[in-house]
């Protein structure tokens, strides 16, 4: 079992405007939350731009970067990104690197290096933690960096923590022996996450590393409500979206009816996410997503808690009224998972 700290925080979209993303950001600081994660994903608001705004306008909350692409950033221009935030925000800021191949190959914008993925990431990983770390670098052989590579400044704390947002096995097996902790993505089950942890562990163990050292993070789908159908209805097109887009290992470790998949994923495919979100059984809600009363989701929380998770990420859709659903997860929720 991983020994971080058990908490509840929030992960957002890049969807909505910058503005709107900080005042909600505001409004978690002001209910107690601890850290929030932002994500770069698609053609959305650049991740870094939208944390610098989180940064200047709030005082106490964590920010979490989950994730950023070495494929579309040089890790050297993370590593620089990520310390002036840092140092803006005064050391409140946690970074996670993911490759996102499916993001890159659905835009077109794949290219050579991600014929090497794994290779790629865990040269991304040591890249970035060598220059947040000012220890000696590496010659690329992917990226085009040389061992000599510093930054030209000294950043404000020795060792910004670096995460991994892993999904299959090698890459999270590389993060347990590279990175500081995991950010598991979209349509979490506990099932997944069990399966993920011992992979993490095997990581760990062949490098010689502590596991209880890492930290296992997850964006979890939650809505609450005080209308429970109204709760998880507003959860169905967001799991068609992802079951149809997700590696098959986070459907094939979750436990789900397979033939349930099977059709929310046709029915994507021929018709889009609308379509595939009338076939959302409940069963697919109480496998991916934390969705309901405040008890329901209190009690299908303590389930991921159960199967290792530690930094529980309420995500996406949070409630059917966003601000109310806010303020149910941190008044009602949290303090029964924590």
Not at 129 to 143: K, N, Y
Not at 295 to 317: K, M, P, S
């Amino acid at each position: 079992m991983s020994g971080a700290p058990l908490r509840v925080g929030i992960a957002l979209n890049n969807e909505i405007r910058v503005a709107d993303t900080v005042a909600t950001v505001l409004r978690a600081e002001k209910l107690g939350f601890g850290e929030v994660w932002l994500p770069e994903s698609g053609h959305g608001r650049g991740v870094f731009t939208v944390a610098a705004a989180v940064a200047a306008g709030t005082r106490r909350i964590g920010i979490g970067i989950g994730i950023v692409n070495p494929f579309w950033r040089h890790p050297s221009l993370i590593a620089m990104e990520a310390a002036a935030l840092d140092d803006l925000s005064g050391g409140r800021v946690t970074l996670g690197l993911g490759a996102a191949l499916w993001t890159l190959r659905a835009l077109g914008e794949s290219d050579s290096r991600a014929d090497k993925p794994l290779t790629a990431m865990v040269e991304a990983i040591r890249v970035v933690r060598s220059l947040l770390r000012g220890e000696p670098c590496v010659d690329g052989e992917v990226f085009a960096v040389r061992a000599g590579a510093r930054l030209d400044f000294r950043p404000m704390r020795a060792a910004i923590p670096v995460y991994v947002g892993a999904v299959n096995g090698r890459m999270l097996e590389a993060a347990g022996a590279w990175a500081d902790g995991v950010q598991l993505g979209a349509i979490v089950s506990p099932g997944y996450l069990r399966w993920s942890w011992e992979r993490i562990v095997a990581g760990a163990r062949r490098a010689g590393r502590d596991p209880a050292e890492l930290d296992l993070a997850s964006n979890v789908l939650v809505s609450v409500g005080r209308d429970a159908r109204a709760a998880r209805d507003a959860v169905r097109r967001v799991l068609a979206y992802y079951i149809y887009r997700v590696e098959p290992v986070v459907l094939t470790t979750s436990g789900a009816d397979p033939d349930e998949i099977g059709r929310v994923w046709r029915a994507v495919a021929a018709g889009g996410a609308e379509a595939g979100a009338q076939l959302v059984t409940d069963g697919l809600i109480d496998t991916f997503a934390a969705a309901g009363t405040p008890e329901d989701v209190i009690r299908r929380l303590g389930e991921y808690t159960a199967a290792g998770l530690r930094g529980v990420l309420a995500w996406h859709v949070l409630g059917p009224d966003l601000q109310t659903a806010l303020r149910l997860v941190a008044d009602e929720v949290r303090p029964y998972v924590t």
